[in-house]
């Protein structure tokens, strides 16, 4: 994306603007200063200066008030930044004018967003995802690329060649869309096969969802024996992974862990991975995972929910689980727990509360199967393969009548098995062997008391 919203060095020195509105509560405007300076440090990039700035009513040139853009690009420049990050949507003519001016790059916190996932994203799928929602958001700035052509402008009808560059970097622009769109419909459309075949095995799902680095990949490596690399920073992993958990009462559960949410998450984002974040939609119940010791845990409870509910998952059953109670303080531990009565409260370090977590797994794993015993007749091993594709058989033996087939199959389907239920196997009659063991053994006592 570089390469077309910037016509500069990498930056490697940042001043972050961060803006207190009207609409927003007290103090919120610090807390999230607070965090794009982690999501700019994810970045690597280093922090020479951050200030808060109250913005009563938005101005359309610079966002700010003119007075106020020149005081704060003297203050970067003073500092030597390369770079101003506004912690507020910048439109593409804002964004043009703070850099027409300052003569630095002007980002703001979309685009600091887009950069991490697209140096975190890993597979295929995510990094299509990214590649789309990038070539998205570039489109509309490319002539911040192209200012300096613009003076080469000719006289002629036809214009000159900043206006052609322009034209022809637009086009390549809607192309690679086009292309990236493609790309990503085959993508899915895999991911959408590999999710049909799992939803036919009775198996139910878990989706961990919650805000980013609340520990979430942490909690299905605990619980199931996962190696998903769980790190101290945002949006460590970006790629949903799946994984079987045996529940305590022996059932399998299929967990998946989604990609983390943050407050402003660019619109574009959630609609680019909304085929990922899928996997909450389709899961029989959500486990919403929560940093306790987090000070702005209530607003990332909030954001989760906000997001959930864009992606028509606000219903489903959940499980709110605060993790981190060994590092959080005793009084937030009691606030939250008066406020949340129905949560729980775990530490996936220590292991505390993981039990509970189990046993509520398995009041909301939704068993919408049927256990039964079977006997196929051996011209109907049609139906035999239809019910090993439907459901679990646990075994299968051939016999004089048909195939005896065990196992858990979908009460949706129980018009194709239920006519083959097997009548019960009749009660093994006592061993004959062992009676007359037990009569040739009597017999020669006798006969040897007789000859006594």
Known sequence: MADFLTDQKVAQRAYLVGLQTPKMADGEGEELLGELQELVQNLGIEIVRSTLVVLREPQPKYLLGSGK???????AKADGADVIILDEELSPAQQRNWEADSGLAVIDRQEVILEIFADRAQTREAVLQVALARMEYSLPRLKRAW??????RGKGAMGGEGETQLEQDRRLVRDRIVKLKEELAHVLQQRETQRRRRMRKPVPGAAIVGYTNAGKSSLLNKLTGAHVLAADKLFATLDPTTRQLVLPDGRTLLMTDTVGFIRRLPHRLVEAFKATLEEVVVSDFIIHVLD??????EHHFATTMDVLGELGAGDK???IAFNKTDAADPETLALMRARHRDALFISVRTGEGIARLLA???ELAIDDHLSAELLIPHDRYDIVSKLHQLGTVRSQETEDEGVRLSGRFPIKHRAIFEPFTAPAKPAKPAKPAQAAKVGKTAKPKKQLARSK
């Open 360 to 362: 509520r797994c398995e």
């Open 147 to 152: 200012t300096h052509l613009s003076r080469q």
């Open 69 to 75: 853009a020149a005081a704060l690009i003297a203050e």
């Open 317 to 319: 059953p959940m499980i």
């Open 292 to 297: 306790v010791a987090n000070p702005n845990v």
